[in-house]
């Protein structure tokens, strides 16, 4: 894959190196070209001074080839003009924005744009959004038997209900995270674009529960 990043401050830097780490090219713009001393010595992908939405600039990040376009810099304006150029003007299939204002990624959010309003997750789920690897274990008892996993959720679970959700996986939804803030939900909260889920599983549980959640619900709503 090739990944353009836009902003290189904390969240930027450590995306970027993270994804050339496992195996992907990467390309980083920013308006300061001494921000791009974050990526260490040891990058070897591309740096570009200039504005994250400006054509141009884009193109030199190689905009026209990405598979993914993240927009991490310190604006939410900027962030979301950059964001929907590269998915409206280039086509870029997988774009996600950092938006600081938690209001303004709920409206983000339904224009169809992932948005993370929290800093403590960022690069994390940025890294998810991007280039998805299955599931993600985040807590595991000490008996080693239970475990709080993000599962991958089809697109259409949305508008479904956190009950259906489990009484069709057979597993428990421990909780959600919607819009960067971990939320306990009840049986009838609705699954909205954007949300993680969050299940208790065993180990053996794990490959079936994920296959249910991962395909499309079977009957609708």
Known sequence: ?????????????????SLEQRGHTVAVIDVDA????????????????????????LLQAGIERADA??????????????A???????????VVARIYDPKRAEVYERLGIPTVATVRW??????????????????????????????????EWIGHTVGQLEQRS?????????????MLPTDSTV????DLAFMLLTDEMAGSVTKVTSLAPEGGH
Do not use: K
């Open 69 to 82: 376009f993240a927009a991490v810099s310190s604006g939410d304006n900027s962030n979301i003009i950059s």
């Open 122 to 155: 960022t690069a994390d789920r940025m890294l998810r959004q991007l280039v998805p690897e299955g599931n993600v274990e985040v807590w595991r008892d000490p008996t080693s038997t239970v475990s709080i996993v993000e599962v991958p959720m089809h697109p």
């Open 34 to 57: 001494d921000a791009f001393r974050r990526l260490g010595s040891d990058f070897h992908g591309t740096t570009v001074t200039g504005v994250g939405f400006d054509r141009d600039v």
């Open 1 to 17: 894959m090739h990944v353009v990043i836009m902003g290189c401050g904390r969240v930027g830097s450590t995306l970027a190196q």
């Open 170 to 182: 057979g597993a428990r939804l421990a909780y959600l995270m919607r819009f960067g803030l971990a």
């Open 191 to 194: 699954i909205q674009d954007g």
């Open 84 to 94: 929907r150029v590269a998915r409206e003007t280039f086509g870029v299939d997988r």
